[in-house]
C-alpha cells in the first residue's frame, strides 16, 4: 500500500461502537464506571476492532532502529557504534524490551530502518535499510524527500504484513543514538515550542553537554527551516529513518484497524508525523506513559492522549508500551469475561432497573 492509498483508507472509529462496548460495559456486574480507565481501554479497543466482545491472542512490539548523523556533533552520553551492538542485544533477547515483552505475552521484532552497519542477512530481523544512518541535520537535511517517503511506506507495508498474521495488538518502539535530538526538533517544529522546553537528557547527558544539544538543534532548524504545515518536509530535514519507519507504520495500523500502543517520545513523535498527515490515526493509539523527557508531554497534549502510566521511564525501546498492552488486555478481558447482571443473576440498582 502506498501512503497516498493508505490515507484515503483511514477512517476515524465508529461512534456506534463505542456505545455499544459501553451498553455491555454498564451491564457487568460492577457500578457503573468502577473499573475506570480499563472500561474506556476496552470500549476502544473494541470500536477499533468492530467486535462486541474481543480478545487479544497475539501480540507484537515492533522496535525501530536507525542511526543519526547528528551525533557527529556530541548529542549522546553514548557512541553511535551502541545503536548496532543493541540491536544485537535485542536479537539474543538481553535487552529491557525483551525482558517486558516476555512478561506480557509479545513478541519483539527488530526493524532495521537504517543502522550504520551492514548486519548478516542471516539474522532473524526486519532488513528495511534505508540508508547507513541519516546526516547531520545540523549541516543541511537528515534525509531527502525521496528517502523519508520511502521510510514512510516501508512502515505502512510492515503493518499490512501483520494484518496478514493475525496479530490482535501492537506496540511500538525506538532504537537508534541521537533520536532524542531528532525527535525534540520534530517536537519544536511542529508545535511551535520552544527548542529548550522539548529538549531532555536523552542517554543521560546534562549540563553543558545539554545546552550544546539545545544549540546543535536551533542551528538544525535555522540551517534546514522546515515547513511546520508539511510534515514530510519536517521528516525529511531533521528527523530520522526509524522515525519515519514508525510514522508509517502508525499509518498502516489505523488503516488495517489494529490498536496500535505507543511508547516514548521518540515513537510519539514518529505518531505526531502520521497525526499530521492523517488526524484520524489518533482513535488508534494508545498511550502507553508519560516519559521523563520534557517533549513527551508536549507532544501527548498536541495529540489530545492521555497517558496511562507516569513510571518516570526514559529507556525507550518499546518497554513502556508492554507496560501499556498489559492494562490494555486486562480491560479487554473485562469486557469479554465478567458477567453480566443478568447473566449471574445479581440485583442491579433500582434506577438501573427501572
Excluded at 536523552?202 to 535555522?222: D, F, N, P
Excluded at 527551516?225 to 519536517?234: A, F
Excluded at 492494562?327 to 427501572?354: C, H, N, P, W
Amino acid at each position: 500500500m502506498r501512503l497516498k492509498e493508505a490515507l484515503g483508507v483511514i477512517q476515524p472509529v465508529d461512534e456506534e461502537w463505542l456505545e455499544k462496548a459501553q451498553r455491555r460495559l454498564d451491564r457487568l456486574t460492577k457500578p457503573v464506571g468502577s473499573l475506570g480507565r480499563l472500561e474506556e481501554l476496552a470500549r476502544r479497543y473494541s470500536a477499533i476492532r468492530e467486535e462486541e466482545r474481543p480478545r487479544i491472542a497475539k501480540k507484537a512490539v515492533y522496535v525501530f532502529a536507525g542511526d543519526h548523523g547528528v551525533t557527529q556533533e556530541g548529542v549522546s552520553a553514548y557512541p553511535a557504534l551502541v545503536t548496532a551492538q543493541m540491536v544485537g542485544n535485542f536479537l539474543s533477547g538481553g535487552a529491557g524490551i525483551n525482558v517486558l515483552a516476555r512478561h506480557v505475552g509479545a513478541e519483539v521484532r527488530v526493524v532495521d530502518m537504517g543502522v550504520a552497519f551492514e548486519f548478516s542477512p542471516s539474522l532473524p530481523l526486519y532488513h528495511r535499510k534505508i540508508g547507513l544512518g541519516t546526516a547531520n541535520m545540523a549541516e543541511g537535511p537528515a534525509m531527502g524527500l525521496t528517502e523519508a517517503h520511502k521510510a514512510i511506506e516501508t512502515g505502512i507495508r510492515l503493518a499490512l504484513e501483520v494484518k496478514e498474521e493475525g496479530f490482535d495488538l501492537l506496540g511500538m518502539g525506538d532504537m537508534g543514538i541521537g533520536n532524542s535530538t531528532a525527535a525534540s526538533a520534530i517536537t519544536a517544529i511542529i508545535t511551535g515550542e520552544p527548542v529548550e522546553r522539548v529538549t531532555g537528557r536523552g542517554t543521560g547527558i546534562s549540563g553543558e553537554a545539554l545546552k550544546k544539544k539545545i544549540e546543535i538543534i536551533r542551528r538544525a532548524l535555522k540551517v534546514n527551516r522546515p515547513d511546520p504545515r508539511d510534515p514530510l518536509d519536517v521528516l525529511a530535514k531533521v528527523g530520522g529513518f526509524e522515525i519515519a519507519g514508525m510514522a508509517g507504520f502508525a499509518l498502516g495500523c489505523a488503516a488495517c484497524r489494529i490498536p496500535l500502543v505507543l511508547d516514548g517520545f521518540i515513537c510519539t513523535a514518529g505518531a505526531l508525523i502520521a497525526r499530521e498527515l492523517s488526524p484520524d490515526v489518533e482513535d488508534y493509539f494508545f498511550a502507553s506513559h508519560c516519559s521523563q523527557e520534557p517533549g513527551h508531554r508536549v507532544l501527548l497534549r498536541r495529540m489530545g492522549l492521555v497517558p496511562l502510566l507516569d513510571l518516570r521511564l526514559r529507556l525507550g525501546e518499546g518497554t513502556g508500551a508492554c507496560l501499556g498492552m498489559s492494562l490494555i488486555e486486562a480491560g479487554v478481558r473485562v469486557l469479554d469475561e465478567m458477567a453480566t447482571f443478568e447473566e449471574a443473576g445479581v440485583s442491579q440498582k433500582e434506577e438501573d432497573i427501572a
